[in-house]
């Protein structure tokens, strides 16, 4: 007999051993902690410092985690770049800046415990913000073509006719649908951040911002990486 608590725990040790589901959990930890340091700082002091060092862990173990990780996209781009000439040439374009990214974001994590140059850690900051903003741009089109298509086509569906096969091609593109949401949410929200180290401002770098847009990535992470 199998109990509702029992599946929950099994699908949070499933989501736990994969590398993305640790960095989701880690970084909702950074962008929490971001909120509380934000929050506190001007009445409890204390409280304000110890969720600035939790912050300031969490974000640098979220660069441990992502060690190699720049792999992914070349192995995307080598096994399955996307059906069509636009989605192929969109899989380079996205795949490529996160490839600058994670390799650029290691090089980062490497000067900020001291093994590089400290003085390195802006320009490494910002070529991996740029890299990353560059990717997900291209990512979220991709994301916007395969939702038109997934909507033309539940639309023909529809209209054929609705025999059992046809039921579940319209479920499991809508399930479809909706992970290709979550992580257009996700990149958008991304997105911000790494604008906040490109081109600093007011609005970007503000506390409140950098730690609702984390959550928001975070929880769509959560989403897509949640065993079904």
Known sequence: MSFPVNEKVDKLVIFLAKR???????????????????????????????????????????????????????NTLLRNPGPTTILRLLAVLSNSGEMVYFLFDHLLWLSRIGVLDAKLARKLSFVSAFGESFGYVFFIIS??????????EERKIVKLGVEEFSKERIKKIRVERVMRLMAVAANLADLVIAMADIEPNPLCNHAFTLGISGLISAWAGWYRNWPS
């Open 20 to 74: 993305d589901g640790i960095d989701k959990l880690v970084k909702t930890f950074q962008y929490v902690s971001k909120l509380v340091h934000w929050h506190a700082q001007s009445t409890h002091p204390s409280v304000a410092n110890s969720a600035k060092k939790w912050e300031v862990a969490s974000g640098l173990s979220r660069k441990v985690f992502r060690t190699g990780r720049f792999l992914t996209g070349f």
């Open 143 to 152: 994301d916007v073509i395969l939702i038109q298509e997934g909507i033309r």
